[in-house]
């Protein structure tokens, strides 16, 4: 009669074990890209305000409709960047 319940037992071990080691990969997985995605957003933000200076100078006589101008360029290459660099990250 132990047969059956030490194999139940270890079954459910084995279960329990793969479980843990699925969540931790995941965890460490997510946390990396977390980690990682914080860092662009900190390098985003510096560029912002290098970017901003550059419109400044570039466009000393400020008008609304360069706001729509940068931003339009800005969504442009930032789509063809993301573009080429998941080309580069499938290769």
Known sequence: MEKPKDWK????????????????????ENFVTLIVSALGLVAALSWNDAIKLWIDTVFPEKTEAYRFYVAF??????????YFISKLKSS
């Open 73 to 82: 360029v800005v969504t442009i290459l930032s789509v063809t960047l993301t």
């Open 9 to 28: 037992f270890h079954r459910r071990n084995m279960i329990l074990n793969h479980e843990i080691q699925r969540f931790t990969k995941t965890f460490k």
